[in-house]
């Protein structure tokens, strides 16, 4: 992989869809922004949500890197998302095939977990042993826990000895693996290092803290943000408070809001919630 496209997948997966993601949150809590009995302000508070959603987002954009990368390995991909035989959605973060073999990924970021935490991660993961073998058997199945930072390993004597249990009660074979050794298991070792430098030359390039301003680039918030449901947009432009404390504060010079104005206008013959909207942003603009 070039580093062109390392980038890519993580400017678009953590920086281009976070602010869809706040508004979202804005209008499903916003007394998580608001409110006398909070110690910041509200700016303060969309910071402090950017940089958890940053966080989260990371590793999604991991799941995405290494899956580009099995791809390049020649490994087949199979499908992650399934239901149990309960009708629970179960998704799996890596699923692959080379050699009759069949792969699967637990995958996290750091093994940071406290104690409630871990024990559900354990649970989690054997419940996904469960059902891959309930979908491919366990002769050719080989299920992994894996944590992309080596520098923490927290729990890594309890987590390897649960899945040593869990090995020889479901016949299956279980990995615990930490950075480097995932792409060593899989011979590619050299995989690591093209990762490590990758992220260092991509943190050179990233702000120090999120930008808050929308309006800085305009066009790219009103495309992330435009499709929304609307129920999200009625919440937010209805609250004076929300509103003038929480929304014009990301977006102060009001340019993004203009344009979703003029793309609610040519919406509202075609669904009177966008009429709806297309006034009460006519108030506020």
């Known amino acids: 992989m070039d580093f062109e496209q390392f980038k890519s997948i993580l400017n678009k997966k953590i920086f281009e869809e976070s602010k869809a993601k706040l508004i979202e ?41 290494i899956e580009e990368y099995l791809k390049k390995f020649s490994f087949t991909i199979l499908e992650k998302k399934f239901s149990t035989t309960n009708e629970e959605e179960l998704n799996i973060d890596q699923c692959f095939k080379k050699n009759g073999k069949i792969y699967f990924v637990e995958q996290k970021v750091r093994d940071d977990h ?15 042993l469960n059902e891959m073998i309930n979908k491919h058997g366990e002769n050719n199945l ?9 520098e ?3 729990n890594k004597n309890y987590y390897d000895t649960e899945l040593k249990r869990m ?8 990995h615990l693996f930490y950075g480097e050794e995932l792409f060593t298991f899989l011979g590619h070792s050299e995989i690591w290092k093209e990762i490590l430098k990758y992220l260092a ?3 050179k390039e990233i702000p120090e803290l999120p930008e808050t301003n929308f309006d800085l680039n305009t066009q790219n918030s009103f495309e992330e943000i435009k499709d929304l449901n609307p129920a999200w947009f009625r919440s937010i432009f209805d609250n004076d408070e929300v ?20 793309y609610f206008k ?4 075609e669904k009177t919630i966008y009429k709806t909207l297309t006034e009460s942003l006519k108030n506020r603009i």
């Open 25 to 65: 949150n804005i209008a499903k809590s916003p007394s998580r922004y608001i409110g006398l009995f909070r110690p910041t302000k509200p700016k303060a508070k969309i910071l402090q949500n950017l940089l958890q959603s940053h966080e989260i987002r990371f590793g999604d954009a991991f799941e995405i890197l």
């Open 167 to 174: 090995s020889k009660a479901y016949g299956v074979t279980l």
């Open 152 to 154: 923490l390993k927290k």
């Open 114 to 128: 406290d104690s409630t935490k871990k024990r559900g991660q354990i649970q989690n993961f054997e419940k996904k």
């Open 201 to 203: 030359d991509w943190k």
């Open 266 to 269: 040519t919406k509202s013959s």
């Open 243 to 262: 509103f003038n404390d929480i929304i014009l504060t990301i977006f102060p010079e009001k340019k993004t809001l203009k344009l979703l104005f003029e």
């Open 142 to 150: 080989i299920g992994i826990f894996y944590f992309i930072d080596s």
